[in-house]
Nanobody
Protein backbone atom coordinates (compact mmCIF):
# COMPACT_ATOMS: atom_id res chain seq x y z
CA UNK A 1 0.00 0.00 0.00
CA UNK A 2 1.02 3.61 -0.51
CA UNK A 3 0.00 6.56 1.64
CA UNK A 4 0.16 10.09 0.30
CA UNK A 5 -0.21 13.12 2.56
CA UNK A 6 -0.05 16.73 1.43
CA UNK A 7 0.48 19.76 3.63
CA UNK A 8 1.45 23.40 3.42
CA UNK A 9 -1.62 24.97 1.91
CA UNK A 10 -3.22 28.09 3.25
CA UNK A 11 -4.36 31.63 2.59
CA UNK A 12 -1.83 34.05 1.13
CA UNK A 13 -1.93 37.42 -0.56
CA UNK A 14 -1.11 37.82 -4.21
CA UNK A 15 2.65 37.97 -4.66
CA UNK A 16 3.26 35.75 -1.66
CA UNK A 17 4.76 32.30 -1.41
CA UNK A 18 3.86 28.88 -0.08
CA UNK A 19 5.66 25.56 -0.01
CA UNK A 20 3.62 22.41 -0.32
CA UNK A 21 4.92 19.09 0.90
CA UNK A 22 3.98 15.59 -0.18
CA UNK A 23 5.04 12.78 2.13
CA UNK A 24 4.85 9.29 0.68
CA UNK A 25 5.06 6.05 2.62
CA UNK A 26 4.06 2.42 2.45
CA UNK A 27 5.44 -0.99 1.72
CA UNK A 28 5.01 -0.81 -2.05
CA UNK A 29 6.73 2.55 -2.17
CA UNK A 30 9.56 1.36 0.05
CA UNK A 31 10.15 -1.67 -2.17
CA UNK A 32 10.98 0.36 -5.27
CA UNK A 33 13.51 3.07 -6.13
CA UNK A 34 11.72 4.18 -9.31
CA UNK A 35 8.60 6.28 -8.96
CA UNK A 36 6.88 9.31 -10.41
CA UNK A 37 5.23 11.98 -8.30
CA UNK A 38 3.12 14.81 -9.64
CA UNK A 39 1.25 17.81 -8.35
CA UNK A 40 -2.18 18.45 -9.79
CA UNK A 41 -4.64 21.19 -8.91
CA UNK A 42 -8.34 21.70 -9.26
CA UNK A 43 -10.07 25.03 -8.98
CA UNK A 44 -13.82 25.30 -8.35
CA UNK A 45 -15.76 24.57 -11.50
CA UNK A 46 -12.67 23.55 -13.43
CA UNK A 47 -11.06 20.30 -14.41
CA UNK A 48 -8.06 18.97 -12.54
CA UNK A 49 -4.82 19.93 -14.26
CA UNK A 50 -1.20 18.97 -13.85
CA UNK A 51 1.12 21.51 -12.28
CA UNK A 52 4.43 19.68 -12.36
CA UNK A 53 6.00 16.27 -11.83
CA UNK A 54 9.26 14.61 -10.94
CA UNK A 55 10.69 11.15 -11.37
CA UNK A 56 13.12 9.51 -9.00
CA UNK A 57 15.37 8.35 -11.85
CA UNK A 58 15.05 11.17 -14.38
CA UNK A 59 15.99 14.81 -13.97
CA UNK A 60 13.32 16.40 -16.13
CA UNK A 61 10.63 18.42 -14.33
CA UNK A 62 7.99 19.75 -16.70
CA UNK A 63 5.71 22.57 -15.61
CA UNK A 64 2.34 23.85 -16.72
CA UNK A 65 2.79 27.03 -18.74
CA UNK A 66 0.77 28.97 -16.18
CA UNK A 67 3.30 28.31 -13.41
CA UNK A 68 6.62 28.29 -15.25
CA UNK A 69 9.14 30.58 -13.61
CA UNK A 70 7.10 30.80 -10.41
CA UNK A 71 6.79 27.23 -9.12
CA UNK A 72 9.59 24.76 -8.45
CA UNK A 73 9.24 21.06 -7.75
CA UNK A 74 11.94 19.23 -5.81
CA UNK A 75 12.42 16.02 -3.91
CA UNK A 76 14.25 14.76 -0.89
CA UNK A 77 14.59 11.13 -1.81
CA UNK A 78 16.10 10.29 1.53
CA UNK A 79 12.97 11.47 3.30
CA UNK A 80 10.67 10.51 0.41
CA UNK A 81 9.16 13.97 0.33
CA UNK A 82 8.35 16.06 -2.70
CA UNK A 83 7.98 19.80 -2.42
CA UNK A 84 6.26 22.41 -4.54
CA UNK A 85 7.67 25.86 -3.92
CA UNK A 86 5.18 28.43 -5.13
CA UNK A 87 6.34 32.02 -5.51
CA UNK A 88 4.63 35.14 -6.82
CA UNK A 89 1.25 33.53 -6.29
CA UNK A 90 -1.71 34.84 -8.21
CA UNK A 91 -5.45 34.64 -7.47
CA UNK A 92 -5.78 32.22 -10.38
CA UNK A 93 -3.54 29.79 -8.50
CA UNK A 94 -6.35 29.29 -5.99
CA UNK A 95 -7.20 25.59 -6.04
CA UNK A 96 -7.04 22.35 -4.16
CA UNK A 97 -3.59 20.89 -4.79
CA UNK A 98 -3.20 17.13 -4.99
CA UNK A 99 -0.11 14.96 -4.88
CA UNK A 100 -0.19 11.81 -6.97
CA UNK A 101 2.20 8.86 -6.92
CA UNK A 102 2.85 5.96 -9.23
CA UNK A 103 5.26 3.21 -8.25
CA UNK A 104 7.02 1.43 -9.78
CA UNK A 105 7.47 3.81 -12.69
CA UNK A 106 10.38 2.67 -14.78
CA UNK A 107 14.02 3.53 -14.50
CA UNK A 108 15.04 6.52 -16.59
CA UNK A 109 11.54 7.48 -17.64
CA UNK A 110 10.34 11.07 -17.53
CA UNK A 111 7.62 11.67 -14.97
CA UNK A 112 3.97 11.43 -15.98
CA UNK A 113 1.69 14.41 -16.59
CA UNK A 114 -1.64 12.61 -16.97
CA UNK A 115 -4.02 11.74 -14.18
CA UNK A 116 -4.63 8.21 -15.48
CA UNK A 117 -0.95 7.42 -14.96
CA UNK A 118 -1.28 7.69 -11.18
CA UNK A 119 -2.81 5.16 -8.84
CA UNK A 120 -2.16 6.75 -5.46
CA UNK A 121 -3.53 10.15 -4.49
CA UNK A 122 -3.58 12.34 -1.44
CA UNK A 123 -6.60 14.15 -0.07
CA UNK A 124 -5.39 17.54 -1.24
CA UNK A 125 -4.40 20.78 0.40
CA UNK A 126 -6.23 24.03 -0.26
CA UNK A 127 -4.37 27.06 -1.54
CA UNK A 128 -6.22 30.36 -1.59
CA UNK A 129 -4.64 33.49 -3.01
CA UNK A 130 -6.34 36.79 -2.26
CA UNK A 131 -6.02 39.81 -4.51
Amino acid sequence: EVQVVESGGGLVQAGGSLRLSCVVSGSIFDAHDDYSIAWFRQAPGKEREVVSCISSTDGRTPYADSVKGRFTISSDNGKKVVYLQMNNLKPEDTANYYCAVEVPWGVGLECGVFQFEYEYWGQGTQVTVSS
